[in-house]
Structure formats: structure tokens, C-alpha cells
């Protein structure tokens, strides 16, 4: 099956800065999806991008579907944006989202 | 609020009980998926239900069962559990299968003792 990889595996920010999380998969997607859970465990969809790019307040992504990789950038980052991010791939139309393991941030004050 | 309904939230039960996980899928949406997280593991697929039919199955245990009735919420049944089955199950539902966008409920968070 499709190999979803995560990086960094944690992430550690002061608050303020900015960073970029990536998303590698072996086989080509017709669906990626990037999803926040929060502390609380609450999985919260952030973007819907099996291509191109999408902006979202302070977040971004980016998908290069022939590259197969996906970026997610967070500027400005706040305590609020702690979490694990992870990034979900489908491999065609009948098949269920595979997830990344994720990346656990933490945003320090 | 993602539009999907999971009840109940928290559930904390004995090992060896069978217990019942309920979703409301968004509304419109015709497929409903289940998966687990075990504590700090990913989420693994469970098994999807497309318009009250089985669409494709994962890693599920055979003492996990589940259905979609006609009016297309679903339940998760899990028996005979075992300390190791705690953990957070989610559901989640698209208008169709695989490509379309997802969308979680709160999750149930099952603690076998």
C-alpha cells in the first residue's frame, strides 16, 4: 500500500516564528488532506489540496502531486496552533484516507 | 463543528463488555469510515460503508463489527474487549468515496479496565 512520511516528527517554536511541515508519499494521490488535532484530540480539517496551493489565514499548503510531496506552512505561529498535524492521502476514488503519522508541535510563549 | 455526530464522547467499560459506538454522518453524505487511535499512534483504518454497503475493510479485529442503516448513520460494535482496545475511535464522512474531503467527528474516547 501507499507510504505516507511525516517531518519533522516534533517540532519544537517559540512563539512568533514560522515553519514548514512536509508530507512525502510513494504513489500517486487523486486526495490529500491536512488535518490539526488539537490537545483535546479533536481532528480539525485544515486544507483539501490534491494539487496546487491554498492559503488559509496564517496557514498555507502546497501540493506537488508529480513530485509527490505537500508542504503545510504555519507563519506567525501561536500557542493555539499546538498540536499534531497530520497529512492523509487517498490513492483512488474507492479507497479510505491513509495517514502520516504525524508532526507534534509545540508553540512556546 | 464538522457536521459529524459521535455519541457517546467518553466511554469507560470492563474488559470482556461489548459496547456500542454511534455516527451521524454529515448531512447528504453517503460514506461513513471508522478508525482507531491508539494512544500516541496514528489513526488506522478501520472499515468504510458507502450508502449502507461494506466498501473496504482495514485492520479490523474480528471481534469488531459494524453497520449503516437506511438512513445512513452508522455503528461500530466492539466485543469481548480487552485493555488493549482503549483508545479513541473516530468517524468520519465524505459526500462520495475516496475522493472527496473528509470530515471527523469529536471521536469516542473507550477506556477498557
Known amino acids: 500500500g501507499i507510504q505516507v512520511e511525516q517531518s519533522p516528527p516534533d517540532l519544537i517554536l517559540q512563539e512568533g516564528a514560522n515553519s514548514t511541515l512536509r508530507c512525502n508519499f510513494s504513489?500517486?494521490?487523486?486526495?490529500l488532506q491536512w488535518f490539526h488535532q488539537n490537545p483535546w484530540g479533536q481532528l480539525i480539517n485544515l486544507f483539501y489540496i490534491p494539487s496546487g496551493t491554498k492559503q488559509n489565514g496564517r496557514l498555507s499548503a502546497t501540493t506537488v502531486a508529480t513530485e509527490r510531496y505537500s508542504l503545510l506552512y504555519i507563519s506567525s505561529s501561536q500557542t493555539t496552533d499546538s498540536g499534531v498535524y497530520f497529512c492523509a492521502v487517498t490513492v483512488s476514488g474507492n479507497t479510505p484516507l491513509v495517514f502520516g503519522k504525524g508532526t507534534r508541535l509545540s508553540v512556546i510563549a | 463543528d464538522s457536521g459529524v455526530t459521535q455519541t457517546p464522547k467518553h466511554l469507560i467499560t470492563a474488559t470482556g463488555q461489548r459496547v456500542t459506538l454511534r455516527c451521524s454522518p454529515r448531512?447528504?453524505?453517503?460514506?461513513v469510515y471508522w478508525y482507531q487511535q491508539s494512544l500516541d499512534q496514528g489513526l488506522q483504518f478501520l472499515i468504510q460503508y458507502y450508502n449502507g454497503e461494506e466498501r473496504a475493510k482495514g485492520n479490523i479485529l474480528e471481534r469488531f463489527s459494524a453497520q449503516q442503516f437506511p438512513d445512513l448513520h452508522s455503528e461500530l460494535n466492539l466485543s469481548s474487549l480487552e485493555l488493549g482496545d482503549s483508545a479513541l475511535y473516530f468517524c468520519?464522512?465524505?459526500?462520495?468515496?475516496?475522493?472527496?474531503?473528509?470530515?471527523f467527528g469529536q471521536g469516542t474516547r473507550l477506556t477498557v479496565v
Open positions: 504513489d500517486s494521490v487523486n486526495n
Open positions: 468520519a464522512s465524505s459526500v462520495r468515496q475516496g475522493q472527496t474531503e473528509a470530515f
Open positions: 448531512s447528504g453524505d453517503l460514506s
